[in-house]
């Protein structure tokens, strides 16, 4: 399908509606906690410029007595990639460099504290294609390599976090390939790196054809701005990934993504706002845009040809959401642009105070339900009708 043809957003099918209808279909799909945010003069002028999409906004908030607001911005970026895939690597990930600076002067401008980038940001989306070369070409260092060099100048320069997921090349480690997270903080210093744990192996995923399941377990990085976790495209798919994040003491889990398809679509925004409202923290989902193109059609894991060359939509619609159940709007799906949004990570607590799930959490109950579960000889505790028949 042309991309002219999709959908934009849900958001501008919902401004369609009469002003009264629109408030309170708003309400209901959106909740009411969020306002329009003011930026600069100098930040806008740089969206027209650079002809980006910006969606900003902020989470209300109550204050407290004796704690003032720990007011944060975070900006999510998405992005196609603006070149064919048949051009020199180099050269892809030239462009793709300006189109992040492009946006971190966006969000600088903006007053964004913490910038995410989508999954695998400066290439393109290539782990289904059943090729290793060239794409395992874009693998390099974690803490040393280019991408990341290029990052710390920007994060040190505007005094922001920011959270790059690449391919990482481990050359410690037999050259083995991780999709890693990497966390450089507003001095520009690496704070650390995740290495995503789910790896999808289903359908014609060919994830584990380029790298590993990660065993960096479930990070929380401290910074000036609050405590982050990162949750990597498909490991929003489990509970317990959420879970072991909000252990740790996660505030804000950032969710970069590389999602298409109608079913991805449909949990999309289920999954995050989920495990915002689940685990008492703020949640920023990003996903990719575009239909990225391939010189050869797709393989299947036994080497059949899928017959197409088109990775699917990236339907784009990034968003934020809070612990109270409140979701910022979204991003465009055909669109690159950047979503502003600011909230006080006080929140966090007050939900969990009003709420009290932490208090009935019950963990040792499931710790040795997992125990017994991974036991070898578990048995699944199901109870079944029992018959008493007579005997004549």
């Known amino acids: 399908m042309s991309l ?5 957003s849900v958001e501008s099918l919902l401004q369609k509606l009469p002003e009264k209808d629109l408030k309170q279909v708003w309400r209901i799909l959106y909740g009411d906690g969020v306002r329009d945010l003011e930026l600069s ?3 806008l002028k740089l969206v027209t410029r650079y002809k980006m999409e910006l969606v900003k906004c902020k989470f209300s908030y109550k204050e407290e007595q004796l704690r003032p607001p720990r007011l944060v911005r975070v900006a999510l970026f998405q992005q196609k990639v603006p070149v064919p895939l048949t051009f020199p690597i180099y050269k892809v990930k030239t ?3 300006t189109l992040a ?6 969000a600088a401008k903006g007053g964004a504290n913490i910038f995410c980038f989508q999954q695998a940001w400066n290439m393109p989306y290539a782990f289904c294609s059943g090729e290793s070369m060239p794409w395992s070409e874009y693998a390099e260092k974690a803490e040393e ?3 990341t060099r290029i990052l710390q100048t920007l994060a040190l320069e505007n005094n922001m976090v920011i959270i790059s997921t690449i391919l990482e090349r481990d050359e410690n480690f037999e050259e083995r390939i991780w999709n890693t997270a990497v966390v450089i903080d507003n001095h520009g210093i690496v704070l650390g790196k995740h290495q995503r744990n789910h790896v999808p192996k289903v359908e014609c995923s060919n994830e ?3 790298y590993c399941e990660g065993n960096t377990g479930h990070p929380v990085f401290e910074t000036e701005f609050g405590k982050i976790g990162i949750n990597i495209c498909y490991e929003r798919h489990y509970p317990l990934n959420w879970l072991g994040l909000a252990l740790n003491g996660a505030e804000i889990v950032f969710n970069p993504c590389g999602a298409i398809g109608q079913e991805a679509e449909l949990l999309w925004t289920v999954e995050a706002r989920n495990a915002a409202v689940a685990n008492g923290y703020y949640v920023c989902a990003i996903n990719r845009i575009g239909m990225e193109i391939y010189e050869h059609e797709y393989e299947d894991e036994q080497g059949n040809l899928v017959h197409h060359e088109d990775s699917g939509l990236f339907f784009g619609s990034s968003f934020v959401s809070a612990p109270n159940g409140s ?3 979204g991003l465009s799906r055909t669109k690159t642009g950047v979503l502003i949004a600011e909230f006080d990570l006080n929140l966090c607590r007050q939900v969990k105070d009003r709420k009290g799930l932490e208090l009935m959490h019950r963990l040792p109950l499931y710790r040795d339900l997992l125990s017994k579960i991974t036991a070898t000889n578990f048995k699944p505790q199901v109870i079944k009708k029992h018959c008493q028949c007579q005997t004549t």
């Open 41 to 43: 003069e100098k930040c």
């Open 95 to 97: 462009e793709m460099y």
């Open 145 to 147: 390599g280019a991408t």
């Open 208 to 210: 584990p054809t380029y």
């Open 327 to 329: 979701r910022s709007p």
């Open 101 to 106: 600076m492009d946006a971190v002067k966006i």
């Open 4 to 8: 002219d043809k999709e959908l934009d």
